[in-house]
């Protein structure tokens, strides 16, 4: 069955970094479109960022435009999110989403705080 595990949030002080790891299986993870989402506390959950196979174009939220990078490593069947010059306005539970299959996985947890 389809799997998707993030690993990599945790607390972090404005203008700091994190990579967010998403590692897939149960599909052939070279051939799909792959996007990081996001749901701050009492929001909508949020599109971030979206990458296409098998490594080709991205697009951003303009609200993180600049600042954060998706990439993916099919070999490993990992998609990351790399974020920088993180604001407080970041901290949500970012999840990794499948849009043709439809999967989700369990969330990690992005807090930033001085």
């Known amino acids: 069955q389809v799997q998707l595990v993030e690993s990599g949030g945790g607390l972090v002080q404005p203008g700091g970094s994190l990579r967010l790891s998403c590692a897939g299986s149960g599909f052939t993870f070279s051939t799909y479109t792959m996007t990081w989402y996001r749901q701050a506390p009492g929001k909508e959950r949020e599109l971030v960022a979206r990458?296409?196979?098998?490594?080709?174009?991205?697009n951003y939220a303009d609200s993180v435009k600049g600042r954060f990078s998706i990439s993916r490593d099919n070999a490993k069947r990992t998609m990351y999110l790399q974020m920088n010059s993180l604001k407080p306005e970041d901290t949500a539970v970012y999840y990794c989403?499948?849009?043709?299959?439809?999967?989700w996985g369990q969330g990690t947890q992005v807090t930033v705080s001085s």
């Open positions: 989403y499948v849009p043709t299959l439809g999967n």
């Open positions: 990458i296409t196979p098998p490594g080709g174009s991205t």
